[in-house]
């Protein structure tokens, strides 16, 4: 059997398995679709969102990028998180990052990538802008610092979208969160504290950068 059936042959048992466990639950799936959470993440095959959360097909709204990097003119993603805010009412955007993000370690690092480089400009702004933060870190520490300075920022940077912005200035329920996934141990952390309303954003902001200091340099 090749691979391709392989994978055929897998989704068959899957489906089976999950009729088995629950007869009614494709039928009920195929009329609604009504997730409380948006997740905007990395690419990376290792992050499957539904499976980290222990969430089942339905339940979580997904777009992924390369180093989950939300920025006002990337169209995908901003399309996507108003679908998810405005037309599904979600009440939770989880922006997920994790260590070991090969995106984030191409901007750190330099190497070159082709029209990657262009992709992960945000994350290179990144560095030059915690530059001290980052020259006080030992080198064996500065991509982990890295991509928990990406999740704070590109958290920072979700909660200032206009679809976000407009979502809270109609008083509406939902709240940003910054979280950060460990490959090597499979648990998530939170690395930005929730944020459910504008007046808030810059002091979540300014704690979570505090905290991220005093890991890599203070403690």
Request: charged share 20%.
């Amino acid at each position: 059997m090749g691979l391709i059936q392989e994978l055929l042959q897998n989704n068959r048992q899957w489906a089976a398995d999950i009729k088995k466990e629950t007869p009614d639950f494709f039928t009920k799936l195929s009329k609604q679709q009504n997730p409380l959470f948006f997740w905007i993440g990395c690419c990376d095959s290792r992050v499957p969102a539904n499976q980290i959360i222990g969430l089942l097909p339905g339940e979580v709204f997904v777009h992924r990028n390369i180093a989950n990097i939300v920025n006002s003119a990337d169209m995908n993603c901003i399309s996507a998180l108003q679908f998810a805010v405005d037309l599904l009412q979600v009440r939770h955007v989880i922006l997920c990052g994790h260590y070991g993000c090969g995106g984030v370690q191409a901007a750190v690092h330099g190497e070159g990538h082709g029209m990657i480089d262009y992709w992960i400009w945000d994350i290179k702004a990144i560095l030059t802008r915690h530059e001290l933060l980052a020259a006080q870190t030992t080198p064996e520490r500065l991509d982990d610092l890295m991509c928990e300075l990406n999740v704070i920022e590109q958290t920072y940077e979700l909660c200032r979208t206009k679809v976000i912005r407009e979502a809270w200035g109609r008083g509406q329920a939902v709240s940003v969160h910054g979280w950060i996934y460990g490959i090597q141990d499979g648990l998530l952390q939170e690395v930005i504290p929730e944020v459910s309303r504008l007046a808030d954003v810059g002091q979540v902001y300014d704690v979570a950068l505090t905290a991220v200091t005093q890991k890599y340099v203070g403690g």
